[in-house]
Each structure stands twice: as structure tokens, then as C-alpha cells.
């Protein structure tokens, strides 16, 4: 179950994510609370649903229902703001900067856990989805909440493996 169901589904070629996914998930320098919710985060945004149940079932041993809550609330909003703020940097045009988003976005200042860990969720998830303008804003806000380079790192890796491991498995889903 867990994590280690998703290293077992993972075909000999993924040797290193195999390898890397048992490291993140127990070599970090993130409290058990925000690795278990980057891990939660990071799979709901690669979209798997094997990794994803995988990761929510274990998660659900080590932290809060609020926190597993909190972590999927990350994912989902940034699955929005990813998206629209992306898409106005892409575009280039200045005057798209100075129009407000006009989009719910509640959550951030109520995520149900410490800021900390949810804007370390967010950045992780932005990782994912590959938006740049939010991995610096929640990069900027965890730097000055004092969340070292080492949590970022991690939180970065941990995307980086989980998603790995989403795209693996989807592969050979669709080869099977």
C-alpha cells in the first residue's frame, strides 16, 4: 500500500524514479506533515489516479483529515491560478498585469493548516504545472516565513518524483 505499491507498479526502465521515491518520501528535511501533504498535493496535480490513490491512502496514516483536506484544496486552486497567472505572463501584453484575477481564491488565506505549509504545497504544485510566476511568489513567501532552501529543495524534488512516477505509470497504461 502507499508509496510502496507505486515503487512495485513502476517498470524496470523507471529504476531511478523507483529509487528516487523511496528517498523523498523518508530522507527530507520537511516535518512529516509537509511531506505528506507535498506528496498529497503533487499527486493530485500529476493526475494519476494509482499514484494518487497510492499517496492519499498512506498520507491518511500520517497527518490530519484537515491536512489531507488542506493539501488537496493546494492542488486544486493552484490548478486555476497556475493556469491564469501563466497565461498572462505568456502573454506578454502589460496591460493584462494590471487587471485583477476576479477568481475565488479563498482558501489561501484559510488553508486550514500553518501558511507555511500550504504555500510550500502551492509552490510544489506550480512545480508541476510548470508556472513559474507562482513558484517565485510562493518562493518569496516562504523565504520570508523562514522556511529554509532545503524545505523548497525538497518540496521541489518531491514534485519532481511524484510526477515521474504519474507519467510512468500513465505510459504504460496506455501501452498495456
Known sequence: MGVDTIKESLPAYAKDTKL???????????SALQLWGTLVATAVASRNAVVLREIAE???????????????????IMAMNNIYYRGKH????DAY?????????????NPGVDKVDFE????????????GVCLESHEKTLAK??????????A????????????????????A
Do not use: F, Y
Not at 20 to 30: D, E, H, I, K, Y
Not at 90 to 93: A, D, K, N, P
Not at 120 to 131: D, F, N, P, Q, R
Open 58 to 76: 498512506e498520507a491518511a496514516e500520517n497527518i490530519s483529515p484537515e491536512a489531507l483536506e488542506a493539501a488537496k484544496a493546494a492542488a486544486s
Open 97 to 109: 498585469q494590471s487587471l485583477p484575477a476576479r477568481l475565488r481564491m479563498q482558501v489561501i488565506g
Open 90 to 93: 505568456l502573454i506578454g501584453e
Open 20 to 30: 528516487n521515491l523511496g528517498s523523498v518520501a523518508t530522507t527530507s528535511s520537511l
Open 145 to 154: 516565513a523562514g522556511a529554509s532552501r532545503d524545505n523548497v529543495h525538497d
Open 156 to 175: 521541489l524534488r518531491i514534485a519532481a518524483v511524484v510526477h515521474a512516477a504519474a507519467v510512468t505509470l500513465d505510459a504504460e497504461a496506455a501501452l
Open 120 to 131: 510550500l504545497w502551492c509552490l510544489a504544485v506550480s512545480a508541476v504545472t510548470g508556472c
